[in-house]
């Protein structure tokens, strides 16, 4: 591997992630010229999100080399997304998904992982009140900790369902309290609701949209596509993780194409799943093609964000 060109000069230097933090400081700031509330707790939100993905690449060593990519390209992708900015739906879903792929990661060939798993699915659980796709996500989980994790046992199976069911019932709490009881039967409906598969409504979403989907879905099965054919690169328990994240990428741009109605909060799961495997690409390779495709990746990364913050102002 080569060290010295451009792309692994910005992978491996200290100043990647300040600077990855001003630009997106900046982008927060551009659209409205200001901070409201609501975007300052959003971009709260997301240096949090930000912050549990160095976390995540830290203590489980995703990237074999030092380097910050993994939190940097979460970090530039979400600045690049307007409806990311503000606390909202999409930004509490990225978090929540977030902080339970470092609980699940935490369940490694576990025996006794019945905390990491009821928070874990706690997590999720929060997530699915904003997104179906967070709670479809379970069934998958238990799937993971099969296969991959291999630390599931009955009582873990049980603290799973606990956590998955208990926001659910704080919310039903609180919906009583407040003699809102319709508010949860709008929750649980939501979940029941499938739109029928129509190529027409992926068509419909904006321009802005589809710069986006495309970019990313770009930069994800290029992520996908490099770690199967160098896994044996990784240790075991880093490739059982990056499995994971494989995985849940791809049903995430299924479930993206098949479902554009729920377009916001699937784009910012899909952008927390995908990072690793980007971060992975730009920070393992050295060819000079690498080299090219990262240079055009940071400027087509520039246009999602015109087109983003810029753009959508004009509903083009």
């Known amino acids: 591997m080569v060290h010295n060109r451009f792309q692994n000069k910005v992978a491996e230097s200290v100043a990647t992630m300040p600077v990855c933090a001003v630009l997106a400081t900046i982008l927060w700031w551009w659209p ?34 030092r380097t910050r990519m993994m939190a940097c390209v979460w970090l530039m992708l979400a600045a690049s997304l307007s409806f990311m900015h503000p606390w909202g739906a999409p930004a509490i879903c990225a978090i929540c998904l977030t902080m339970s792929y470092y609980l699940l990661f935490r369940c490694y060939q576990l025996y006794d992982s019945t905390i990491w798993i009821y928070h874990s699915f706690l997590f999720l659980g929060v997530g699915s009140i904003f997104s179906s796709a967070m709670l479809f996500m ?17 009582r873990g199976f049980w603290a799973g369902i606990l956590g998955m069911a208990t926001p659910y019932w704080c919310w039903a709490i609180w919906c009583f ?14 979940h029941l609701e499938w739109q029928p598969v129509s190529w027409q409504a992926l068509v419909d979403l904006p321009l802005a949209s589809h710069v986006s989907i495309g970019f990313v879905c770009l930069l994800s099965i290029v992520g996908m596509i490099h770690y199967l054919q160098t896994k044996y690169n990784d240790k075991i328990h880093v490739r059982m993780i990056l499995y994971i994240y494989t995985l849940q990428t791809f049903l995430l741009i299924l479930y993206l194409l098949l479902q554009p109605c729920q377009y916001q909060t699937t784009m910012a799961l899909l952008v927390a799943s995908a990072s690793p495997l980007i971060a992975h690409y730009f920070s393992l390779t050295g060819s000079w093609l690498s080299n090219i495709f990262f240079i055009l990746s940071l400027l087509l990364c520039g246009a999602m964000a015109y087109f983003n913050l810029w753009m959508t102002s004009f509903n083009i």
Do not use: P
């Open 177 to 190: 309290f407040t003699n809102k009881t319709d508010m949860v039967m709008e929750v649980l409906s939501r």
């Open 32 to 65: 409205q010229q200001s901070f409201a509330l609501s975007n300052i707790l959003g971009w709260l939100l997301c240096a949090f999100t930000t912050y549990i993905c160095m976390e995540t690449n830290g203590v489980q060593h995703i990237i074999r080399i």
């Open 138 to 154: 379970g069934i998958l989980y238990y799937l993971y900790l099969i296969g991959f994790l291999r630390s599931l046992t009955w």
